[in-house]
């Protein structure tokens, strides 16, 4: 039972370099949803994916890009990556449909930019 | 925008004892789920509770949501090291987006 996977697990990227992050579930969810978290924050929202063909924006969304690539895949991308950005990466997945559907999290990726 | 408060932020206690985490809002929510994080892992589920003034048990966790929507309260009876970790409570509206608080980190010493 995979449930959800991320990919990288770990990465340090230089100020400027570009990378995305990859998220695969294999739920048959509805929506996925991408949040950073970092100390003493919480879990802030970035972007997220109520059904397949749809994005918007969350929280936090300046200096992200998101696809949904399909009904089980959903990345992040970083196009000019700051220090800033240095946190833990989580996706999470859900039925979606109705108030109150619980969130299934991926494992996340720890992500540094020097 | 809605924010979740939670206290304490950080909760250090000896086994066997009883503790409450709260979590506090100005806005009213359509249901309160209660997460727990350990170390390296994601969140995840404990509870979901939807209806003002709903109890519910988990073991020797006890979760009530406000009779406004507006809070909710995690009790732990007779805490074991197993219960460290980080709990967090996020609130959900009408979309599919939850509100999470800061959470808080506890620790249980053997």
């Known amino acids: 039972n995979a449930g959800v996977t991320q990919t990288p697990k770990f990465q340090v990227l230089k100020t400027g370099q570009s990378m995305t992050l990859q998220c695969a579930q294999d739920m048959n969810h509805n929506s996925m949803y991408w949040y950073r978290q970092d100390p003493g924050m919480g879990l802030r929202l970035i972007y997220y994916?109520?059904?397949?063909?749809?994005?918007d924006k969350g929280e936090v969304p300046n200096g992200y890009n998101v696809s949904r690539l399909n009904k089980r895949e959903f990345s992040l991308r970083l196009e000019s990556a700051a220090p800033s950005q240095t946190s833990v990466y989580f996706c999470?997945?859900?039925?979606?449909?109705?108030?109150?559907?619980?969130?299934?999290f991926g494992d996340g990726t720890r992500l540094s930019i020097l | 925008t809605q924010l979740l408060e939670q206290s304490p932020q950080f909760l250090s206690i000896q086994e066997g004892e009883n503790l409450t985490v709260y979590c506090n809002s100005s806005s009213v929510f359509s249901s309160l789920q209660w997460y727990r994080q350990e170390p390296g892992e994601g969140p995840v589920l404990l509870v979901t509770?939807?209806?003002?003034?709903e109890v519910k048990k988990l073991k020797r966790l006890t979760f009530q949501f406000g009779d406004a929507r507006k809070d909710s309260s995690l009790h732990i009876t007779a805490a074991q090291p197993g219960d460290t970790g980080l709990y967090l409570c996020?609130?959900?509206?009408?979309?599919?987006?939850?509100?999470f608080g800061k959470g808080t980190l506890l620790t249980v010493n053997p």
């Open positions: 999470a997945s859900s039925i979606g449909g109705q108030v109150g559907q619980p969130q299934h």
């Open positions: 996020a609130g959900g509206g009408s979309n599919y987006k939850l509100t």
């Open positions: 994916s109520a059904s397949e063909g749809t994005t």
């Open positions: 509770v939807v209806t003002g003034g």
